[in-house]
């Protein structure tokens, strides 16, 4: 069993930055791929950003690439969201995601959920 819980949302305008951070229970954090979605209001939850086990191969939806960094340290049993430049659009509950099986990283199918945290960009 793994318990997620993330951290690091708010309120941002424009332009901004913010850095997600989603704590994992347990001592087998290395060994599940990590990945973060995005639900916003009445849409359906997409994906975000995602990274693998150990070597650090990371995969990005086109909406946010070059402008948001996903990272892990294994140490800490800790994944990170890094989000910069962000547009209006990217408000959305965020969640953080583990899984065990490593194809597909951008399909939805984690074996455990955090509960979210919200972002807020305004205009």
């Known amino acids: 069993q793994v318990q997620l819980i993330e951290s690091g949302g708010g309120f941002v305008q424009a332009g901004g930055s913010l850095r997600l951070s989603c704590a994992a229970s347990g001592r087998t954090f290395s060994s599940y791929a990590m990945g973060w979605f995005r639900q916003g209001l009445g849409k359906e939850r997409e994906f975000v950003a995602a990274i693998s086990r150990s070597v650090g191969t990371s995969y990005y939806a ?3 690439k070059d402008r948001f960094t996903i990272s892990r340290d294994n140490a800490k049993n800790t994944v990170y969201l890094q989000m910069n430049s962000l547009k209006p659009e990217d408000t959305a509950i965020y969640y953080c995601a583990a899984r065990s099986t490593i194809v ?4 939805p199918e984690y074996d455990y959920w955090g509960q979210g945290t919200q972002v807020t960009v305004s205009s």
């Not at 597909?104 to 399909?107: A, D, E, F, I, N």
Request: charged share 30%.
């Open 62 to 64: 086109d909406s946010v």
């Open 104 to 107: 597909k990283l951008w399909t």
